[in-house]
């Protein structure tokens, strides 16, 4: 059942709750058909905002779940006794403290939403963030609500050995008729959204910690027993994250046992329950033949992000849900500091800024922008975004940037001190970080309430006779749905000053080569005196903010800085400015129907990149790798999807014909069989072989062609296998017609029992425009290792097509957008989390052309004429509005 209008929920409406639960005792009876659940609540009144009458006592629920019976005080209540609607139970109360005991019916074999309770596989796991806790039982289920928890689990002994929930293991035991039960008690007071069970027939493998003052941790990492061979790396992870969060924090973990668990079956990537998380199993399973460098990075970040919100997020919580960011922005930067210790540090910061700028400056100018921390929302859910996550990370970057390393952990300590155990807003820590450093963050706080991705113009002078430069920095941020008109940012820009012979020069009181200017006013000038020659400023070094920058670079600046800039960001940057608009000047010959000719200077800096061979592999790499079509989209005013596709397949296959030589010589420099390691070095020079291999085959030469099928086949490792198969899938293969099906089929046999394997196989196929079409996508759909209900499998295959494929997915016939519209009307009814994030591409329909703009909005419509669930009614709404 849902309302026809879903309301909003606004954050000014926030009040405290009226009824505090001390404790929370749960039952859970698992069964077959029906699971009972029996939550005994002991209720004590908010004596802070009452002092007046008692008033009732309103839970949170859901339609799905059946109430069995409900007693106050050992008194079971008849039917009207008390209030039952879709979404609430409201019990009537006559003293100031008392004990509910609620008995609710659930199905979670039929829970297809992943929320709550449901089945994955032969296994019962939950997901309660953010409001799942009330598929489960009535409850106050708002994180400012924080109880002691202790959990009975009863299940068939025989199908369900393993019984997990938070905290420690206090009783267990047969109960005589096949089944069993464990009793599990968590010490620390908790908000129903880290409340986790599982229940299965699951292996796992365990090691142990010992913490800076010396406890005995026991880790523990469970599976299905034909993936127990895939959790080293993680179980490495876990230790890792432990030990730097104790020395860069000064954090220790809190109880006796911390678990992961992998499920097949989640909407998310991994969830940071008390003591017991529970991860999407692409997110924790890896071994070296099974998963690529990028999967082997990304469990280390999961792990290391899932364990540090111990702190930043269960001992100190969120208040309301508008201020998710408190713990997702901050728990984000902590884990891409982590990796940027535990490998390089620019390449990360690389990567970091890369996403961001290419997703989240879309979301930023899309209808569904909002706030770092949102004002308002229909459904929490959708605000689970690259804003809340990534941009709010980059708030909290900018404060370690403004008060430096020590005064950060100065802050950060503070923050911990004071707000242990509460559940509190993004003032507080801001707060704690102004106290800690005696430090004014007032005007830093519209970076929380403003939307939108400011602009930085920067134009600049120099006074020869005085020897004087001067930077002039104007700052705007556009229009955002709610919000016409902004008001400055404080904003630290980072910059340096290069000298005519490529010096970095000092400009710091310390001579420092790089400062940190804080832009405050909308137009703001700094003068640097004594300058005996014209300087070439390298702006925005390391990304210190996360804005658009315009100087107006000649390309010659470009390849100097390129050559140059001591900050490696930048180096990278540069090279990146000089490819888009290289790329953008061939869109605009393409669309006045010129002939292309692709600019030398671009050629000789890839060339100067590729002979330098002291250059670090890592950045060499990430310097050769184009723009992507979503990056381009992003800079043009109406997207041109097709000449975007020709201009960029343009430069890569001028790139490989005038560069043939070096790509060959470094690629077989590299491609030298040795043992695979995970590690930062081993990764880059894969990347980089992997790299060359990829314009080789815009060669479209049988000797080129087969240097990839050989890799394919003796490769030792899924990220040279799994290279070579999408090089061969997305080169230029006129030559070999049939090859990359040949190839597709024989990865197939080889992997078609590991889950996660397949999900690679899909994305693979689909993701690039000489293969990817939407009859593809259809057919794959049809294939038995496609499952509708998995959300991996979907998002793999539905989600690559239409996110990453975009000459396909926005085929002028329009019959991308349909098929994304009937399946998200399709999947609404299933998963409405999953199909709100996959109306993504739709939501943009007014930066295309005028006929592509009018089909993907004709889409939306159909979509908005059905009974919609709050998560897509919000997306829909929002981006038709
Ligand atoms: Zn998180």
Known sequence: MKDAQPGAIYLKDYQAPDYWIDKTELSFDLGENETRVTAR??????????????????????????????????????????????????????????????VSVLAPQDNTSMEGLYKSGGMYCTQCEAEGFRRITWY???????????????????????????????????????????????????????????????????DTFTTQSGRNVTL??????????????????????????????????????????AVDDFNMGAMENKGLNIFNSSCVLARPDTATDATFQRIEAIVAHEYFHNWSGNRVTCRDWFQLSLKEGFTVFRDSEFSADMNS??????????????????????????????????????????????????????????????????????????????????????????DANSIDLGQFMRWYTQAGTPVLDVTDSYDADNQRYVLEVTQSCPATPGQDVKEPFH???????????????????????????????????????????????????????????????????????????????????????????????????????????????????WRELLEDETADKAMVAEMLTLPSEQWLSEQMAVIDVYAIHEAREFVRGELAKSLSEPLQSIYRGLAVEKPYKPESADI?????????????????????????????????????????????????????????????????????????VMDMWLSVQVSGARMGSLERVKQLMEHPVFDYRNPNKLRSLIGV???????????????????????????????????????????????????????MKAALERIQANELSKDVFEVVNKSLA
């Open 41 to 102: 609540l002991q209720i004590r009144l908010n004596q802070d905002r009452h002092d007046r009458q008692l008033p009732p006592l309103v839970l949170h629920g859901n339609a799905d779940m059946t109430l069995a019976e409900v007693k106050v005080d050992g008194v079971a209540l008849s039917a009207d006794q008390y209030t039952l609607t879709s979404e609430t139970l409201t019990l009537p109360v006559s003293s100031d403290r008392f004990e509910t005991e609620i």
């Open 140 to 206: 106050l289920d708002r994180p400012d609500v924080m109880s002691l928890f202790t959990t009975r689990i009863t299940a068939d002994k025989a199908k369900y050995p393993v019984l997990l929930s938070n905290g420690n293991c206090i009783e267990q035991g047969d109960t005589g008729d096949g089944r069993h039960t464990m009793v599990w008690e968590d010490p620390f007071r908790k908000p129903a959204y880290l409340f986790a069970l599982v229940a299965g027939n699951l292996a796992h493998v365990e």
């Open 220 to 261: 523990q990492i469970f599976t299905e027993s034909h993936n127990i061979t895939k959790c080293d790396h993680a179980m490495r992870s876990l230790k890792q994250s432990m030990r730097w969060d104790e020395e860069v924090y000064g954090r220790e973990y809190d109880l006796d046992i911390f678990m992961i668990v």
């Open 345 to 434: 540090r620019t390449v990360k910061r690389i990567e970091d800024v890369n996403h961001l700028r290419s997703a989240q400056f879309a979301e930023d100018a899309g209808p569904m922008a909002h706030p770092v921390r949102p004002s308002s929302f229909i459904e929490i859910s959708n605000f689970y975004t690259l804003t809340v996550y990534e941009k709010g990370a980059e708030i909290v970057r900018m404060i370690h940037n403004l008060v430096g390393r020590e005064g950060f952990r100065k802050g950060s300590d503070l923050y911990f001190e004071r707000h242990d155990g509460q559940a509190v807003t993004c003032e507080d820590f801001v707060r704690a970080m102004e």
């Open 491 to 605: 904003i630290p820009l980072a910059i340096g000053l290069l000298s005519s012979e490529g010096d970095n020069l000092p400009i710091g009181d310390k001579g420092q080569t790089t400062v940190v200017l804080e832009v405050r006013e909308a137009s703001q000038q700094f003068v640097f005196e004594n300058r005996i020659e014209r300087p070439l400023p390298s702006l925005l070094r390391g990304f210190s903010a996360p804005v658009k920058l315009n100087y107006d670079y000649s390309r010659d600046d470009l390849l100097f800085l390129m050559r140059h800039d001591d900050d490696g960001f930048n180096r990278w940057d540069s090279c990146q400015r000089l490819a888009t608009e290289t790329i953008l000047d061939l869109v605009r010959d393409i669309q006045a129907a010129k002939p292309l000719s692709l600019d030398t200077r671009l050629i000789e800096a």
């Open 684 to 756: 880059a020079e894969r990347q980089l072989k992997n790299i060359c291999l990829g314009y080789l085959m815009e060669l479209d030469s049988p000797a080129m062609l087969s240097l990839a099928e050989t890799q394919f086949q003796n490769a030792t490792n899924m990220t040279d296998q799994m290279a070579a198969l999408s090089c061969v899938i997305n080169g230029a293969h006129q030559t070999a017609p049939g090859k990359a099906e040949t190839l597709l089929s024989a990865f197939h046999d080889q992997w078609k029992g590991d889950a996660n």
């Open 801 to 855: 097509f239409c996110m990453r494929n975009l000459k396909c997915f926005h085929d002028l016939s329009g019959e991308g957008y349909a098929f994304l519209a009937d399946n998200i009307i399709r999947l609404d009814k299933q998963n409405p989390q999953i199909a709100a994030r996959m109306l993504t591409p739709l939501t943009r329909w007014r930066r295309y052309d005028d006929q592509r703009g009018a089909l």
